[in-house]
């Protein structure tokens, strides 16, 4: 290889600077089945994993923690990788002599998986939680067993249920506690015992990491000495008291990321809670077995889950649109979906809905010390503010607060319903000044690096139809176009505006508008842009039905450009994106 292996940082890892450390990126990427452009299906766009996480240009992400990555970048099978692989074959086999009683069938699927390590091992590229998944796979695959700890997340949510109606739950809550924050003013009062309320509900929710179905009672939860350690507030938790405040803006939508079952219980108290204060939560369950996590299904096998989530909005969709999102949020306060996975946190691996959700959330709650080394020690940042809290082996508890990069902006429905309202404002001036409104859409981001060069075609030629057209108030998107915005948000605002009612003539770019907008200003058609129009955006394609949407309702609607027709040959709308997806017919 040319280049060094031996990188200080995981932020040393650029692509798209050497083609030696690109092939090998590449290789990570797809031996871990983790590449887009090879399995679009499966794996997350880059733009929706900055959803996410936050990568500046020619960063690279991997999920996992830093040494991991850094490790597996190396040559050879160093001593600590190896001891990670082994533990995750242990568990496969632990997992197959435990809950396969069929001796035959698991000898054959283990020898199986033992050819999977073996090549693993060889050539150790493959992130070991990965490894450990297609062992999962294999398992569930060969031996028609689909969810072997169902039974043990039942006996455990069972057993937490019994202990949240208990007496000593509710004294251990509701103790009463002699400093709970100043006394100055009611208001102040009640915001500091409501977050001494989530406090000590945080706390106690973590008590259960380390226990089993033996020990899960209230016995349990006396023993622990949990009143001495929740007598007070904490300086610990000081970042949620300041993340949930009134100062703080009010409403905040919230993500939370719970553990293991069992645990469950008590995280459904402190979403309560949080809903109690007027907060709005998404809570995500894993989309199928991963041991004792609790999963998106378990409600349909589990009376006390599904009594637990009672008045909870299950919402099974796994693509949502970011309309049909806040549309949910809006309507429900507490929603409940699938991460998408069967791992331990795999943003490459999510569903759509999820990256959304992380995208219009304020604050991520992410509870478990398996989340620490993903989400708190990675040196990549992440687009949200995030808490991770557990408790160790030894039973202490952490809460670790990780703010979000300062350079990563997050544009609030508020805020893009403010453009879209002005923007509207300006229409219906125009309207009753007797001028007709014109809505141009053309191509901005939708051939890949020309987002600056789309702009200028565009304004340019605006300029030109405003000093030809007369008493004509014509839009333009690219003179509204805002850094860091990105296709969601844009498409949330531009369909507010343009379902508005006020619009008389609705454009589309042609071919000869951006041949016209070279010649005015100088240039030669450039090969990128010959035979483009608005029929090549994935932007416009999505216009182009709601146009046709709005004309069932204003028949006097005008809709100029290329024919309807040429526009549905593309797919969907992509997630996030501003480069285009294929057309349909390449691809048949």
């Known amino acids: 290889m040319a280049f060094n292996r031996h990188f200080h940082s995981v932020l040393d890892v650029k692509y798209g600077d050497d083609a030696s450390l690109d092939a090998l990126l590449?290789?990570?990427?797809?031996?871990?089945?983790?590449?887009?452009?090879?399995?679009?299906?499966?794996?997350?766009?880059?733009?929706?994993?900055?959803?996410?996480?936050?990568?500046?240009?020619?960063?690279?992400?991997?999920?996992?923690?830093?040494?991991?990555?850094?490790?597996?970048?190396?040559?050879?099978?160093?001593?600590l990788l190896l001891h990670e692989y082994i533990l995750q074959w242990r568990a496969f086999i632990r997992l197959s002599r435990e809950y396969c009683p069929d001796r035959s069938v698991s000898s054959r699927f283990i020898q199986l998986a033992r050819h999977k390590f073996r090549m693993a091992l060889a050539s150790p590229i493959v992130i070991p939680s990965r490894l450990l998944k297609r062992f999962m796979t294999i398992f569930m695959t060969q031996s028609g067993i689909d969810d072997p700890y169902r039974q043990v997340r039942r006996d455990l949510n069972r057993q937490a249920t019994q202990v949240v109606r208990s007496e000593t739950f509710d004294s251990v809550i509701n103790a009463y506690a002699e400093n709970c924050g100043p006394c100055d003013r009611i208001d102040t009062k009640r915001f500091s015992l409501d977050m001494l309320e989530v406090e000590r509900l945080m706390r106690v929710a973590t008590l259960c990491d380390n226990w089993d179905v033996g020990t899960f009672d209230a016995e349990a939860l006396k023993s622990t000495g949990v009143t001495e350690e929740l007598a007070g507030s904490s300086e610990l938790f000081a970042p949620v008291y300041e993340a949930l405040s009134q100062a703080g803006g009010g409403e905040k939508r919230i993500l939370y990321i719970p553990s293991r079952a069992g645990g469950i219980i008590f995280d459904l108290q402190v979403v309560r809670s949080l809903l109690r204060l007027g907060h709005r939560v998404v809570m995500a369950l894993k989309e199928g077995f991963f041991f004792d996590h609790s999963t998106f299904w378990d409600r349909d096998f589990d009376p006390a889950l599904a009594g637990a989530f009672e008045g909870a909005k299950f919402v099974n969709e796994d693509r949502l649109t970011k309309n049909e999102l806040l549309d949910i949020m809006?309507?429900?306060?507490?929603?409940?979906?699938?991460?998408?996975?069967?791992?331990?946190?795999?943003?490459?691996?999510?569903?759509?809905?999820?990256?959304?959700?992380w995208k219009e959330c304020d604050l991520i709650l992410a509870r478990g010390s398996e989340l620490y080394n993903r989400l708190i020690q990675c040196s990549h940042g992440f687009t949200r503010d995030i808490v991770n809290f557990f408790r160790d082996e030894a039973g202490t508890f952490?809460?670790?607060?990780?703010?979000?990069?300062?350079?990563?902006?997050?544009?609030?429905?508020?805020?893009?319903?403010?453009?879209?309202?002005?923007?509207i404002t300006e229409m219906?001036?125009?309207?009753?000044?007797?001028?007709?409104?014109?809505?141009?859409?053309?191509?901005?981001?939708?051939?890949?690096?020309?987002?600056?060069?789309?702009?200028?075609?565009?304004?340019?030629?605006?300029?030109?139809?405003?000093s030809q057209l007369d008493d004509v108030y014509i839009i333009n998107p690219g003179e509204h176009f805002e850094e860091g915005m990105d296709g969601d948000d844009l498409m949330f605002m531009w369909e507010k505006v343009q379902r508005s009612g006020?619009?008389?003539?609705?454009?589309?770019?042609?071919?000869?508008?951006?041949?016209?907008?070279?010649?005015?200003?100088?240039?030669?058609?450039?090969p990128v842009w010959t035979g483009k129009d608005a029929t090549y955006s994935t932007g416009c394609t999505k216009e182009m039905h709601i146009a046709l949407d709005v004309l069932k309702t204003s028949p006097e609607l005008q809709i100029i450009g290329p024919s309807a027709e040429k526009f549905f040959r593309r797919r969907e709308y992509g997630v996030g994106k501003f480069c285009d997806v294929a057309v349909d017919s390449c691809t048949n």
Request: with cysteine.
């Open 26 to 79: 590449l290789h990570f990427m797809t031996e871990n089945n983790l590449e887009y452009t090879i399995d679009p299906t499966k794996n997350a766009s880059m733009e929706q994993l900055k959803f996410m996480v936050a990568l500046q240009p020619g960063e690279f992400y991997a999920p996992c923690s830093d040494w991991m990555f850094l490790m597996l970048l190396k040559e050879g099978l160093p001593r």
């Open 330 to 357: 809006g309507k429900h306060r507490f929603v409940v979906i699938s991460e998408g996975t069967r791992e331990r946190f795999n943003p490459y691996r999510c569903s759509v809905t999820f990256a959304r959700a």
């Open 398 to 423: 952490h809460l670790y607060h990780r703010p979000k990069p300062e350079w990563v902006r997050k544009f609030s429905e508020r805020y893009i319903n403010g453009k879209a309202d002005e923007i």
């Open 428 to 466: 219906r001036r125009a309207r009753r000044e007797g001028k007709t409104v014109m809505f141009y859409s053309g191509i901005i981001g939708s051939v890949p690096g020309q987002t600056k060069a789309a702009i200028e075609i565009m304004t340019t030629f605006v300029a030109h139809l405003r």
């Open 502 to 526: 006020y619009i008389n003539v609705w454009r589309f770019q042609t071919h000869f508008d951006i041949e016209k907008s070279f010649a005015l200003m100088g240039r030669k058609v450039p």
